[in-house]
């Protein structure tokens, strides 16, 4: 899944000369949290709600001023963006390093897109497929080659369809796979699973 996937279009800009209170108004119209703020074609800011609260804030020692205050008095400056062909997951580890809300994207110079957390949200839903009804088997594997592929085998073997499969390293011996399957009778395949000699770790033994 691609940043263009996921990305809101259009996108609502506003100039550096735009007041702040006319982008607070904008940001409550729109129902968004982040106005690109773009000048001659050329994404020179960015402004968000916090900034505005900043900004009018009463504890503010420039005083607050929303209808003479400019946005680019305020925005920030040397925004990071993004590319619509980036990895959602590479958008999402940007945004978590820098501790940021949302990527403008570009295609050259030209504002095409935004990308924020909650859309990364969304494209985490989609890439786990629990927006589909389906069951959830989470398996300990050692870490070597081959592991995942056995694991698939013998899912395919039960006549089971992989919705998703997602992997994570555990320490350096053994990977947690976490796969949604096209049934909720996960309690069935995971006794399966254990006979087989898997390590399951959900869904847990029934205590019966």
């Known amino acids: 899944m691609l940043v263009k996937d996921v990305m809101k279009a259009p996108v609502l800009t506003v100039g550096p000369e735009t007041t702040l209170e006319e982008a607070y108004r904008l ?19 960015i402004v968000t709600d916090r900034d505005l609260r900043l900004a009018t ?3 503010n ?16 400056k040397g925004v990071v963006t ?20 949302c990527l403008p994207v570009l295609e050259g110079e030209a504002v095409v ?3 924020t957390g909650i859309d990364l949200l969304d494209a985490l839903l989609k890439l786990t497929g ?21 694991l698939t085998g013998f899912l395919a073997g039960q006549g089971v369809n992989i919705h998703s499969l997602l992997s994570y390293p555990e320490d350096r011996d053994f990977v947690r796979a976490v796969v949604r399957v096209n049934t909720l009778e996960t309690h069935r395949l995971a006794q399966a699973l254990r006979e087989a000699g898997y390590e399951v770790v959900w869904p847990p033994k029934k205590p019966w």
């Open 27 to 45: 940001l409550l119209e729109r129902g968004i949290r982040h106005l690109p703020v773009v000048e001659g074609g050329r994404l020179v800011g």
């Open 113 to 115: 897109g935004i990308v």
């Open 61 to 76: 020692p420039k005083g607050p001023c929303p209808g003479c205050t400019q946005v680019g008095e305020v925005m920030t």
């Open 130 to 150: 629990v927006t589909e009804p389906s069951g959830r088997l989470e398996v300990r594997l050692p870490d070597r080659v081959g592991e995942l592929a056995r």
């Open 57 to 59: 804030s009463h504890l």
């Open 82 to 101: 993004a590319h619509p062909l980036d990895p959602v997951e590479e958008a999402a580890r940007v945004m978590r390093e820098r501790k940021i809300g």
